[in-house]
């Protein structure tokens, strides 16, 4: 249970640190470049593309918000729109629009190859030390030495299939 507790400190704090840097209204990126995304036009918003669950409000339910307090304690308005699939989390990000994505691996890559995401500071990230090491650095969100995702656990890859008779 501790572990589990410590875990979910540690993806909040990543995050926050994430949205945070996203919300100053600094033009520099957190890679040290300009930036030229919608925060910079937007001082103290972002927006974020989630799969539902990740960057929960209270209107899925009321009792599970973290968006809110986020917004309180920091002035940051948070705008959050979810996806479905990886599919549309590409085209969505392609699009343009939004300053953070929680994706998964295959649209990472897709993403990253595509120019479409900045490497992330993770000097910025203090606990990002107290990450289970077998998260970090890997393939789907570390290309040329460069990280573009901070982990944050481990889920379910759901797979459906029909038995062909």
Known sequence: MRHKKVRSYAVLLAA?????????????DSAGGAYAGPV???PGT??????????????????????TPFEKATGCTVNVKTYGTSDEAVQLMQA?????????????????YGGDLQPVNLDLIPNYADIFDNLKYRPWNTVDGKNYGVPHGRGAN?????LAR
């Open 16 to 28: 926050s640190t994430l949205i945070l840097a996203g919300c100053s209204s600094s033009s520099e």
């Open 96 to 112: 343009g629009g939004y300053d953070v994505i929680s994706a998964s691996g295959d649209a990472s890559l897709r993403l990253i």
């Open 40 to 42: 910079k036009d937007t």
């Open 158 to 162: 759901v797979l459906q299939y029909t």
């Open 46 to 67: 972002i927006n974020v593309l989630a799969w539902p669950g990740y960057a929960e409000d209270g209107t899925t339910d009321p009792n599970v918000d973290w968006v």
